[in-house]
């Protein structure tokens, strides 16, 4: 059983190049997420979807967007890539709300120079 | 404040000792609590969960939580080094639909 699965696992982007980052999950489940993960920040949520078809936006959406595929696949899209997106990126699933917690993906670490 | 806090350590306890951590939350009203686990490079895993006040033993692993004080802990009894890792507390808030994390605490067990 997969759970969730990210890729890639690793990128460098130069500083104005797009990529996106793919999400998928297995579980069936409704909600899915995106974080980025900083030293001294902690996971900081960049947008979510509480179901197909729906996309919110979080704490640090600025930069990104998102694409809720279907209800297994969530993208986030780096439009032009700017070294404060360098980070740790995980994507995140659960059920409608996330109240039994999350599944996460194994995250992409991600470096713009 | 922050809508939820924790002490980013390091915390080092010696291998078979009881290891604290602990987590304080902004949102009187919430009902949801996490404790994950991150090993370095790694992805955050789930440990226990936690609803209601009193504690929550897994093992072990014990939740405690009191809303009237807007804390919540977790003990590691008979710490081993293979428990060394950061350790994330998570808020569901009132009305959100997602979890907020602390910073982590980084906790080593020394052999």
């Known amino acids: 059983n997969a759970g969730v699965t990210q890729t890639p696992k690793f990128q460098v982007l130069k500083t104005g190049q797009s990529m996106t980052l793919q999400c998928a999950q297995d579980m069936n489940h409704n909600s899915m997420y995106w974080y980025r993960q900083d030293p001294g920040m902690g996971l900081r949520l960049i947008y979510y979807?509480?179901?197909?078809?729906?996309?919110d936006k979080g704490e640090v959406p600025n930069g990104y967007n998102v694409s809720r595929l279907n209800k297994r696949e969530f993208s986030l899209r780096l439009e032009s890539a700017a070294p404060s997106q360098t980070s740790v990126y995980f994507c995140?699933?659960?059920?409608?709300?996330?109240?039994?917690?999350?599944?996460f993906g194994s995250g992409t670490r991600l470096t713009v120079v | 404040q922050k809508e939820v806090e924790q002490n980013s350590g390091p915390l080092s306890v010696p291998e078979g000792a009881i290891a604290s951590l602990n987590c304080t939350y902004s949102d009187r009203g919430s009902q949801s609590f996490f404790w994950y686990r991150q090993y370095s490079g790694k992805s955050p895993e789930l440990i226990m969960s936690i609803y209601s006040n009193g504690d929550k033993e897994d093992g072990r692993f014990t939740a405690q939580l009191n809303k009237a004080s807007q804390y919540v802990s977790l003990l590691i009894r008979d710490s081993q080094p293979s428990d060394s890792a950061t350790y994330l507390c998570?808020?569901?808030?009132?009305?959100?639909?997602?979890?907020?994390f602390g910073t982590g605490t980084r906790l080593t067990v020394i052999p």
């Open positions: 995140a699933s659960s059920e409608d709300r996330p109240n039994y917690g999350y599944t």
């Open positions: 979807s509480a179901s197909e078809g729906t996309t």
């Open positions: 998570a808020v569901i808030l009132v009305g959100a639909n997602n979890l907020f």
